[in-house]
């Protein structure tokens, strides 16, 4: 019993120097909310100033929904450090909810926080005492959602896209090997077909012969008589001797029978159904080589002109082959730049794909990575897009001048840019009468050297400031410059002995998405930047 006691206290006074080693309180500002209330559930975690403490971070804590997470708050005791961690947490329905216990690390440890037990009421509605009223009748509300036009991409992706699938899957015409040679080696190619058809043999005399004569009429027609295919027997023969006669061609006697024989024999078997015998049907296909290569031989060289005129027919071809192609190239290339234009329009947005093409200085002022530095004495803390650049010093007013001990003036880009930042300095000489000093005589100067630089219409608003505890004079306002319409923002401050002057002026935004009014944005980022330094009074010493 006594070694069991002993070891009793020993893991006593172990769970007790872990606890004070490691202590986190746990407390809550009520137990008792009505649904959606906020509780605040505080944690405070003792460290040394070496240790890493870090809280829990979550949008639940159990049943409870964290509706803000506060940020730490440290207080310092001696040698050790107290910190505390508040969560907003709110239940919407009623009932009973535990806080579970949150694990927090210290260093590599982890410690854990206590659970807490929060009760959830309803909200009593006591329908007897409330006033009950009719039901109101239907509002019809005007819709003032902007118009989809997402239709009218997709009608621009599927146009083209109709006409790629058209250019790819349609039949082209394609010249049969026939149709490239010319017509004595026309007449040799069919001949052959001929022979190999073996039409003789199978007693179809009838397509044998319409074909033979068909290929010496076509050759006569190409190369002589022009209408040969549509002339009868008869007349070709009579047509064909005065155009050879014309042309100075002669052709033998046995040429010019063994001709005549032949179509008229064609003739008969065509129209009359006298069947020829093979001998004879093979001698005239052998007569019909020997004819057109006879007329092929008496044919007069081309002229000149006829030579000048097939070959620009060529050229003519070769032209509108070539230009054809280039065609085709450019309007598949046309089609896939629309096809991407729209693709990327769909997805980015019109004003993005726009910024991006035609550029939007202002956008890329507001996205890029910004500036913060101090300016002139008292110093003025501001961020800007880029570090502004000292201004001319003997530029100082002239209704200031017998009030200004010191002036420092800074600037960023020039009138007429998109932007332009300008701050401002005054060290006030001492014993200078500052309560002399009016609205015009600091308005002055700037209204003066907007109207020097050609700036006109120049509209002029003033109200009192107050800024991170600073009070001042805000001017706002508008004017326009070479064509475009400015607005600006001018802060005046009088802190520690001085005058403090903060000058922002933009191109007017044009933009019906307030989200992308970049040069309002602008402006406001920059005036809310603004810190003036406090001038730290040295404290009386108090005699012994």
């Not at 007449?187 to 073996?198: A, F, G, I, N, S």
């Not at 308005?443 to 003033?462: H, R, Y």
């Amino acid at each position: 019993m006594k070694h069991l006691i002993h070891i009793f206290l020993l893991g006593f006074i172990a769970i007790t120097q872990g606890q004070a080693q490691q202590p986190v309180q746990t407390t809550v500002d009520r137990n008792e909310i009505l649904m959606g209330e906020e509780i605040k559930l505080g944690i405070t975690v003792e460290a040394a100033p070496t240790d890493l403490i870090i809280f829990p971070e979550q949008q639940k804590l159990g049943a409870l929904e964290v509706i803000e997470s506060y940020p730490i708050d440290t207080i310092r005791d001696n040698n050790r450090l107290r910190l505390f961690k508040e969560y907003g947490v709110t239940q919407w329905d009623s009932g009973d909810y535990y806080v579970p216990r949150l694990k927090i690390l210290k260093n590599d440890l982890s410690i854990l926080s206590d659970s807490m037990l929060i009760k959830v009421r309803e909200v009593q509605v006591d329908t007897a005492k409330q006033k009950m009223f009719d039901i109101k009748a239907a509002i019809d509300i005007p819709d003032t959602r902007p118009t989809d036009w997402s239709w009218l991409w997709w009608l621009l992706l599927l146009i083209p896209l109709g006409i790629v699938v058209y250019l790819l899957t349609r039949k082209r015409e394609k010249k049969t090997y026939e149709e490239t040679l010319q017509p004595y080696e026309w007449t040799r190619y069919r001949l052959t077909k001929l022979d190999e058809k073996q039409l003789i043999e199978n007693k179809r005399s009838k397509e044998y012969y319409t074909e033979l004569t068909y290929i010496i009429r076509k050759y006569i027609d190409s190369k002589v008589y022009g209408h040969a295919l549509e002339s009868t027997t008869g007349q070709l023969l009579g047509e064909l001797k005065t155009v050879m006669a014309e042309r100075g061609m002669n052709i033998t006697s046995t040429t010019e029978n063994r001709l005549k024989e032949i179509l008229e024999r064609a003739d008969l078997v065509k129209f009359a159904g006298v069947a020829p015998d093979a001998i004879t049907a093979k001698e005239d296909r052998l007569h019909t080589t020997d004819i057109i290569y006879n007329i092929h031989q008496v044919l007069p060289p081309p002229t000149e002109e006829e030579l000048m005129m097939d070959a620009k027919y060529r050229r003519k071809q070769e032209l509108k082959a070539r230009s054809k192609k280039i065609a085709i190239v450019a309007g598949t290339a046309l089609v896939a730049l629309l096809i991407g234009l729209g693709t990327w329009v769909y997805f980015e947005g019109k004003n993005n794909v726009k910024d991006v093409l035609l550029g939007n200085e202002l956008r890329e002022y507001y996205e890029q990575d910004w500036l913060r530095s101090g300016y002139g004495i008292p110093e003025i803390a501001i961020t800007t897009p880029d570090i502004m650049v000292r201004g001319e010093e003997n530029n100082l007013p002239a209704d200031l001048a017998s009030y200004i001990g010191a002036f420092d003036n800074f600037k960023l880009g020039d009138r007429g840019d998109k932007l332009t930042v300008n701050v401002a300095t005054f060290l006030f000489k001492e014993g200078a009468e500052v309560d002399k000093l009016t609205a015009q005589n600091l308005i002055g100067p700037i209204t003066s050297g907007l109207e020097k630089d050609g700036a006109t219409n120049i509209i002029m608003l003033d109200k009192k400031l107050e800024h991170n505890g600073m009070k001042g004079i805000e001017f706002t306002g508008n004017f326009e410059y070479d064509g475009n319409k400015y607005e600006y923002d001018y802060w005046i401050f009088n802190e520690n002995g001085g005058m403090q002057q903060i000058f922002v002026t933009y191109l007017e935004d044009d933009e019906e998405d307030k989200t992308r009014e970049y040069g309002r944005l602008i402006k406001e980022r920059i005036l809310n930047s603004v810190e003036i330094a406090k001038e730290e009074k040295p404290k009386k010493q108090s005699g012994k």
